[in-house]
């Protein structure tokens, strides 16, 4: 196994890590890429995309969203006229903070990435919280997990991956072709290009102030 580590967060090292403990012991080969940089489709909000890791092992690859949120109850909120609107609330604490939607976020990268790698690759993406003190409240999407689900969806990956066998499983030499695939695709793309491209959006932007919060935050979710 190995992890390739460019620069990134604090919190997405922890995750990079708790990543690499659980799956592991499930997977006697697998590749992981932090910081992925992948282009959008022409005329999106943003052109770039950073995906947090990319794990890939025997059953496929999988997308991690990875959030730094910590001593909070994390929930959603779902109307009939507005997506989902997610929020935190720290422990002890009576107001909530709204917050971008993860789960959106990682569906929209998961999609662009689906169009850019062969159909024979299992993608499936995740939204992993890995700090302590999270607690999920409600009805929660099953993608969102935090550090203590991780060895079940290691097990369950390779489970559903070796049952189902709607796609080819994949040996070191196939790992490590999907990881050069990804790096092609990443190409030049630089995080510094990416965080660049969120500025210069945000910036053009101003009437993202006056918005509902859910509309701002979708609006810039990509990031």
């Known amino acids: 196994m190995t992890i390739a580590?460019?620069?990134?967060?604090t919190a997405t090292s922890l995750g990079v890590q708790q990543l690499a403990s659980a799956f592991s012991p499930t997977?006697?080969?697998?590749?992981?890429?932090?910081?992925?940089?992948?282009?959008m489709p022409e005329g999106h909000t943003v052109p770039t995309a950073r995906v947090d890791a990319v794990l890939v092992c025997e059953t496929g690859v999988y997308l991690f969203e990875i959030k730094a949120w910590r001593n909070a109850f994390v929930y959603r909120k779902k109307?009939?006229?507005?997506p989902p609107r997610w929020f935190l609330?720290?422990?002890?604490?009576?107001?909530?903070?709204?917050?971008?939607?993860?789960?959106?976020q990682g569906g929209r990268k998961t999609t662009q990435l689906r169009s850019l790698l062969s159909d024979e690759l299992r993608l499936q993406y995740f939204v992993l919280l890995p700090c302590e003190g999270i607690e999920l409240e409600g009805v929660m999407p099953a993608a969102v997990i935090t550090q203590q689900d991780l060895p079940?969806?290691?097990?369950?990956?390779?489970?559903?991956?070796?049952?189902?066998?709607?796609y080819p499983l994949l040996d070191e030499r196939a790992i490590d072709r999907t990881v050069e695939r990804l790096l092609e695709i990443q190409g030049s793309l630089t995080i510094e290009d990416h965080l660049r491209n969120c500025r210069e959006r945000s910036?053009?932007?101003?009437?993202?102030?006056?918005?509902?919060?859910?509309?701002?935050?979708n609006a810039m979710g990509l990031q």
């Open 152 to 166: 079940y969806i290691a097990r369950l990956v390779r489970n559903n991956g070796r049952l189902a066998r709607n």
């Open 27 to 39: 997977f006697s080969y697998l590749r992981i890429l932090r910081n992925l940089i992948i282009p």
């Open 79 to 82: 109307s009939d006229q507005s």
């Open 203 to 217: 910036a053009q932007m101003p009437e993202a102030a006056a918005a509902p919060a859910w509309a701002a935050s």
């Open 89 to 104: 609330r720290l422990h002890g604490g009576k107001n909530a903070r709204e917050v971008k939607d993860p789960a959106w």
């Open 5 to 9: 580590l460019p620069p990134s967060t």
